[in-house]
Nanobody, 122 residues
Framework: QVQLVESGGGLIQPGGSLRLSCAAS????????MGWYRQALGKQRELVAT???????TYTDSVKGRFTISRDDAKNTVYLQMNSLKPEDSAVYYC????????????????WGQGTQVTVSS
């Protein structure tokens, strides 16, 4: 029943910006830490950024100073603002969330979005 749906990916020129969104829906009681991962073609999936309920953030070194993760709990949504994009940022970006459902509100489960393609190219 719980779904994470990403949007905002696409083709962008180097130096450009994109904002990814991930909206969680379903029988959600509360959302804990949310994050963004990415997987380039032929590469392993890597953690890009995380954000806690208190809005403490972490970033992988390669995106520090360029990407910003944020969340809007009223909308059950996490964002990834990506600036100064580089070809090396090209990947499928996946949303991830630890959350509690209404049915199992006393424990945390992990969910993944379907992924959205980001291609940085001239």
């Amino acid at each position: 029943q719980v779904q994470l749906v990403e949007s905002g990916g696409g083709l962008i020129q180097p130096g450009g910006s994109l904002r990814l969104s991930c909206a969680a829906s379903g029988n959600i009681f509360s959302i804990n830490t949310m994050g963004w991962y990415r997987q380039a073609l032929g590469k392993q999936r890597e953690l890009v950024a995380t954000i806690t309920p208190g809005c403490t953030t972490t970033y992988t070194d390669s995106v520090k100073g360029r990407f910003t993760i944020s969340r809007d709990d009223a909308k059950n949504t996490v964002y990834l603002q990506m600036n100064s994009l580089k070809p090396e940022d090209s990947a499928v970006y996946y949303c991830n969330a630890d959350l509690r459902t209404v049915q199992y509100r006393w424990r945390t489960s992990n969910y993944w979005g379907q992924g959205t393609q980001v291609t940085v190219s001239s």
